[in-house]
């Protein structure tokens, strides 16, 4: 198992592409976070909520680029038929999807931690340009932390069950992108509570921000809590990792 | 020793027009000996990859096939049971070729300094930082031949791995793969250069249509295939006569005549009895090329028509 963990970590940390998206969605998320949060701030809004507030675009940011680089794990071992010395390396198909899945919660951890510290500091950095004071925040960074953690951790462990299924990387993006934002949204015009029911609105629910600033405090604006919307998440990701695992053991390699 | 037994894989067919099953490997058992090159020879789509995958625990089928008696998956470390050659542009495009080779090591706990040490047996010691997909097929498959050899494994299965190289690298190939095999390791090789096979192999497994034709050393094969004599007499039109009354089947050619499947001793006898004198006698003895043509005829799931059988 170490040495999968070793080979798979070798994989992450070897192609262009790992690199290409994380220094790209740290641009962007360093952008949104020091001239869209900070910088270009409205007064009204620079309350004890801000960076509160702030949890839903880094969130969403940081688990496109961990989900993107799950994906890109496993689509590239199909795409280029190096599952073939994957499969012969390792004595258990088991312990290869295990060894993936750990090293992209590793890799995921610490994207996500890292981004999200970065992107404090530019939002704190950008209100500071723009002359503006912080007033105290209303935050537990712990529970901040977590749930930005947790979130880009499901998404990229769906990323990695895509191309596990179908084994496809052009099909497995499109699906990663059109299911959660496309067949999700029109799924919520037939489905009574979202929120409760379909995984990516969900999940969402873990990283909208619990109450909104309003005249006499705050407004809940979460449908479902962020416990029940991750709890609802992991039941559709565990159910599809089992069915993921039971075809990855007993269909042929490619 | 790589006991191959009852290696059966079927493919089902997805058309809902047409639910037919086709049998890629059929009821296949053979061995790969340890200190000795097999080759591996078929028409095109008669399952020499499948076999192979099927070997490797890659396709799922039925049989079952052990590395000394025990299934690959038993072993900690199967890279360093068995190196394989499947296909030579199995990489990524972009991860160098040392890099590539590195995930490889990683995968199968062999040091990472082994990785400079294959590189250097394969001539890519001046590429190894350069991303291989621009490689040609020829470096791709030398690539592929380091990887295998990575883990100093016992047994080596290599699929085509003479594809694409030039005259000098199919030399490199055949001498590296019979000294590889001579310490008590085995190499299964499959090939379309029969000339090639012929000068590397020590035995041989032939399939046709997913089953077993053959599976012998090369010396019983040729031995067991068709001779010719070209015989060449003081009268021809006295030879044929003789030929025809002995019942042998001939052709012209030249100035002589080649009679099919006799050996000199016989053609010798017959010529004396006629009274002739012999100005030349030879025997021909089958080329591989000759005795896996006789071997596979029928089994061939491509053919591509002579200008004679086209309309």
């Known amino acids: 198992m170490r040495q999968s963990l070793k080979a798979e970590l070798r994989k992450v940390l070897s192609v262009r592409s790992t690199y290409a998206i994380s220094v790209f969605f740290l641009l962007l998320l360093g952008f949104i976070a020091f001239y869209g949060q900070g910088y270009k ?61 750990l090293v992209i919660l590793g890799f995921v951890f610490v994207f996500s931690v890292f981004a999200t510290i970065m992107s404090l500091a530019l939002t704190v950095g950008g209100l500071a340009a723009a002359g ?82 309003g005249p006499h405090g705050g407004i809940p604006v979460n449908p479902v809590s962020p416990l029940r919307g991750g709890i609802t998440y992991l039941v559709y990701l565990v159910a599809g990792w089992l069915i993921t695992w039971f075809f990855f053991l007993r269909r042929d390699a490619n | 020793m790589i006991k191959a037994r009852n290696l059966s894989k079927t493919y089902h067919s997805r058309n809902p027009r047409d639910w037919t099953s086709k049998k890629a490997v059929d009821d296949l058992s053979f061995q790969v000996e340890t200190g000795k090159v097999t080759g591996f020879l078929g028409p095109n789509g008669a399952g020499k990859s499948t076999t192979m995958r099927l070997m490797l625990g890659l396709d799922n089928g039925q049989g079952k096939t052990t590395y000394d008696d025990k299934p690959l998956k038993s072993y900690a470390n199967p890279s360093r049971t068995v190196g394989i050659l499947l296909e030579a542009k199995a990489f990524h495009p972009t991860r160098t070729a040392r890099n590539h080779l590195k995930v490889l090591a990683a995968a199968g706990n062999i040091p990472s300094k082994r990785v400079d040490e294959v590189l250097d047996i394969v001539g890519l010691t001046d590429v190894a930082k350069q991303k291989p997909g621009k490689f040609s097929l020829g470096m791709s498959q030398r690539l592929g031949i380091a990887a295998a050899i990575l883990g100093e ?67 019983k094969l040729l031995a067991g295939s068709s001779t010719s004599v070209f015989v060449r007499v003081s009268s021809t039109e006295s030879m044929v006569k003789a030929l025809d009354k002995a019942g042998l089947k001939f052709q012209k050619e030249g100035r002589g005549l080649v009679v099919a499947s006799v050996k000199t001793d016989e053609i010798g006898k017959l010529a004396h009895a006629a009274e002739l004198t012999v100005l030349e006698l030879t025997q021909h003895s089958a080329s591989l090329e000759q005795a896996f043509l006789e071997l596979t005829e029928g089994t061939e799931e491509f053919q591509a028509q002579t200008k004679g059988e086209r309309k």
Do not use: C
């Open chain 1, 41 to 101: 701030a409205v007064p009204q809004d620079i309350d004890q909520l801000l960076l509160a507030g702030t949890i839903t675009a880094f969130g969403n940011i940081t688990s496109v680029a961990g989900a993107l680089i799950a994906l890109l794990l496993m689509a590239h071992e199909y795409r280029y038929n190096t599952i073939t010395y994957t499969l012969t390396a390792s004595n258990s198909r088991t312990k290869v999807i295990l060894s993936k899945m």
């Open chain 1, 132 to 213: 503006h004071s912080l007033p105290h925040q209303d935050i537990n960074y712990l529970v901040f932390f977590g749930k930005i953690v947790f979130f880009a951790e499901a998404y990229a462990l769906a990323g990695l069950l895509v191309p596990t299924l179908v084994r496809n990387m052009q099909a497995s993006v499109a699906i990663l992108f059109i299911v959660p934002n496309t067949l999700e949204q029109l799924l919520g015009l037939v489905v009574k509570d979202p929120a409760k029911w379909l995984p990516f609105t969900a999940l969402a629910q873990v990283v909208e921000p619990p109450v909104k600033a």
């Open chain 2, 153 to 219: 494994p016992k047994y080596l299965i290599l699929d085509e791995p003479a594809n694409g190289l030039d005259p000098e690298g199919i030399a490199w190939l055949r001498e590296f793969l019979k000294d590889y095999a001579k310490p008590g390791r085995g190499v299964f090789v499959s090939s379309h250069l029969l000339s090639e096979m012929s000068q590397m192999a020590d035995n041989v497994v032939v399939i046709g249509k997913g089953k077993l034709i053959a599976d012998t050393s090369i010396d």
